[in-house]
Nanobody, 123 residues
Framework: QLVENGGGWVQPGGSLRLSCTAS????????AGWFRQAPGKEREDIGC????????AYSDSLEGRFTISRDNAKNILYLQMNSLAPEDTAVYYC??????????????????WGQGTQVTVSS
């Protein structure tokens, strides 16, 4: 199970940190990622992090403002979002998948998904 927290309302230019708490599976052996879906739009890949945390990859359009990290001791995945803009308004989802290479992420279909948390950026 994956449960996201930390969403809410923020003014343009502000920051939010989302968390995603995993349970029921060995999260520290799973690659994980963040996605978002805005109203009327397709789901967008934000980025991913390997099980070990050594590889992190981002969507080209978001790198620099968003930071993915994880705390395997606590089974938590994080998404730090800075310089938020109204176009960042969306439901944000975390996901996880086991892949053999603990130092890789991306290119795999995710098997575990959170329920999503709403992020609204407006003045």
């Amino acid at each position: 199970q994956l449960v996201e927290n930390g969403g809410g309302w923020v003014q343009p230019g502000g920051s939010l940190r989302l968390s995603c708490t995993a349970s029921g599976f060995p999260f520290d052996t799973y690659s994980a990622g963040w996605f978002r879906q805005a109203p009327g739009k397709e789901r967008e890949d934000i980025g991913c992090i390997s099980a070990s945390g050594t590889k992190i990859a981002y969507s080209d359009s978001l790198e620099g403002r968003f930071t993915i990290s994880r705390d395997n001791a606590k089974n938590i995945l994080y998404l730090q979002m800075n310089s938020l803009a109204p176009e960042d308004t969306a439901v944000y989802y975390c996901a996880a998948v086991w892949i053999r290479n603990a130092n890789w992420c991306g290119g795999h279909e995710y098997h575990h998904w959170g329920q999503g948390t709403q992020v609204t950026v407006s003045s």
